[in-house]
């Protein structure tokens, strides 16, 4: 069989959405889809920071497309990595106040949230309050970023900020008043096409596995689309094909779908 390059995503799709944890079946699917000699490879929002040390290790992965493509890397090569200048960074930091916009700002080496009293909304607090990692400040000395996760509500002026920054970003809707933003330009998709141009391998030969509205550009782009059980209604509406829920062997069943298990 023709070696493929196998992109997954991690959350609802890798990692499961209850439990919060990685089957053993996934660990095994994905490692014998390696021995017999295709590409296994993380294609994630998260950026390389939030990257849990049980994927890399104990599964095992060719290859990661971080932050929604801003960053790459391969066989622990660095490839390519796109991080905001710091004067957009101000800039941003600086409307989203203004907007009345709850955010957390992504890189490499942290994530980054502004002062409790200044959130504006108890949904963000509580999301906030929920993460088990700890954040970093807006006023780090050290703040790089690559991308942004916000929540807005009713007080949150979106229009003005996405009419600004509308050059600057590309704006993924995550549903009930979160959003992604991303460089524009740079998506799971554009990571898709760099890796493989650089791997010398053509778009028949990808797959992309995932679950949100955030994958939907590289399901769209890759050449054959599997969707999670657990998908949402956008994701599983254009899937080749629609796998078992995250956490009922959900992976597996797909690779065993793909025949490359």
Known sequence: MKRKIIFFDIDGTILGEKSQKILPSTIRAIKKARENGHFAVINTGRCDYLVEKELKEDIGFDGYLLGCGTSI???????????????????????LRACKIDAVLEGE????????ENMHTDLFKKFIREKT?????????????????????????????????????DFIDREKGFWEIVP??????SGIQYLIDYLGMN???????????????MLSYAHTSIAMGNSTKAVIEMADYITTDVDEDGIENALKWLQVI
Do not use: C
């Open 184 to 189: 524009r330009g740079f998506s799971k998709a």
């Open 203 to 217: 778009i028949s030969d990808t797959v992309a596995i995932g679950d949100s509205n955030n994958d939907i550009s």
């Open 109 to 116: 080496w942290g994530d980054y949230i502004d002062e409790f």
């Open 73 to 95: 890397k391969f066989e622990e090569k660095d490839l390519m990595h796109q991080m905001l200048s710091p004067e957009t960074t101000m800039e941003v930091m600086k409307e």
């Open 133 to 169: 990692f700890i954040f970093k400040k807006w006023d780090d000395p050290d703040l790089i970023i690559d991308k942004l996760f916000v929540y807005t509500d009713k007080n949150s002026d979106l229009n003005y900020f996405k009419d600004k920054f509308k050059h600057v970003f």
